[in-house]
T-cell receptor, first 113, second 113 residues
């Protein structure tokens, strides 16, 4: 089992460029999450999904879009990157609601110039 | 606003001694609390959790204490080992929306041999 994987590991963008971060999990988990981590702050929830074809906003959704076309994949898109989106992005998954232990991927470090 | 706070950015202890990491929260709706451990260049991994119906949960060298009236929890590691050196995140969620987990900013623990 690879667990939760994220692609790419690092990326540098220019302001206004777009990109998609891919998260994949092989644990058959229903719930998937995208977080960002900034210095001096905890992880903040961007968007989440409670199942294939569903998505919902988290604490800091602005500037991001997500899609969950397949159960095992959760994509995070930046349509027009801004320097404020420079961060480390973590994807996580969990089996079901109430089972709050989340399994995290290794992270994607994104720099927007 | 940060609903989960870890006021100590760092903590250094001697191998074999006790490590105590603290966490405070402001949202009285939180009823489930977790600690995650994070090594550099890796995603957080689940360590231990506690429900609000308990005031203590123990797992090997790790014990979490919850004081609901003070809205405070702590993680005790006894005895501390050099391999425990990592960043520890406190997290909390409410049953009403257990997908919206809030994290503290983390405490970097260094255990010196």
């Amino acid at each position: 089992n690879a667990g939760v994987t994220q692609t790419p590991k690092f990326r540098v963008l220019k302001t206004g460029q777009s990109m998609t971060l891919l998260c994949a999990q092989d644990m058959n988990h229903e719930y998937m999450y995208w977080y960002r981590q900034d210095p001096g702050m905890g992880l903040r929830l961007i968007h989440y999904s409670v199942g294939e074809g569903t998505t919902a906003k988290g604490e800091v959704p602005d500037g991001y879009n997500v899609s969950r076309l397949k159960k095992q994949n959760f994509l995070l898109g930046l349509e027009s990157a801004a320097p404020s989106q420079t961060s480390v992005y973590f994807c996580a998954s969990t089996k079901a609601a109430g089972t709050n232990e989340q399994f995290f991927g290794p992270g994607t470090r994104l720099t927007v110039l | 606003d940060q609903q989960v706070k870890q006021n100590s950015p760092s903590l250094s202890v001697q191998e074999g001694r006790i490590s105590i990491l603290n966490c405070d929260y402001t949202n009285s709706m939180f009823d489930y609390f977790l600690w995650y451990k994070k090594y550099p260049a890796e995603g957080p991994t689940f360590l231990i959790s506690i429900s609000s119906i308990k005031d203590k949960n123990e797992d090997g060298r790790f014990t979490v204490f919850l004081n609901k009236s003070a809205k405070h929890l702590s993680l005790h590691i006894v005895p501390s080992q050099p391999g425990d050196s990592a960043v520890y995140f406190c997290a909390a969620s409410a049953q009403s929306n257990n997908n919206d987990m809030r994290f503290g900013a983390g405490t970097r623990l260094t255990v010196k041999p």
